[in-house]
């Protein structure tokens, strides 16, 4: 019998090749970037919920189903209201172009407000489900930061008028 050390052998009885780093590598990275993959997929569909204005999320009744979406618009002048000190809030907002002064969605709240909330010239971006007493219930509140700043003689002459 020949004593060949300890070198595996085939299925034909020849020395097996070793692995080559090469292959190990190609492995690895076939898995590394097949997982990076499924993660990015998996993240993708929460992130990309788009965001209806509110006409466009009252003249689509399918809108309404109780499914979690997105409404942006601006908080409506005088309807934000609190029972005492409770962290509930109801108020209203509106179309951030003002094409639409009339049209209006209710909208509900529980938590402490953003900083900005109450700005008149930041948008509101407010992710939730409209509930069947016809309340767009909103679980998070995000704040766009007004993209034009004016200065304080715009701002007076707009309140004059």
Do not use: W
Not at 41 to 59: H, I, M, Q, R, W
Not at 145 to 153: G, I
């Amino acid at each position: 019998m020949i004593d060949r050390g300890s070198e595996p052998l085939d299925e034909f009885g020849e020395e097996a090749q070793p692995r080559s780093n090469r292959t190990r590598f190609l492995v690895l990275s076939a898995v590394i970037v097949l997982a990076l993959g499924y993660m990015i997929y998996a993240a993708f569909p929460g992130n990309a919920l788009y965001f209806l204005t509110v006409s466009e999320f009252n003249d689509r009744s399918d809108a309404q189903d109780g499914r979690l979406l997105r409404v942006s618009g601006r908080l409506v002048e005088g309807t934000f209201g609190r029972d005492g000190n409770s962290i509930d809030s109801i108020f209203q907002i509106t179309d951030n172009d003002g094409d639409s002064p009339g049209v209006t969605l209710k909208a509900s709240y529980t938590g402490v407000l953003p900083d900005l909330f109450f700005n008149p010239h930041s948008e509101l971006i407010l992710e939730g489900s409209y509930g069947a007493n016809r309340v767009f219930h909103a679980d998070n509140i995000l704040v766009k930061c007004p993209s034009k700043y004016r200065d304080l003689e715009d701002e007076i002459s707009s309140a004059r008028s």
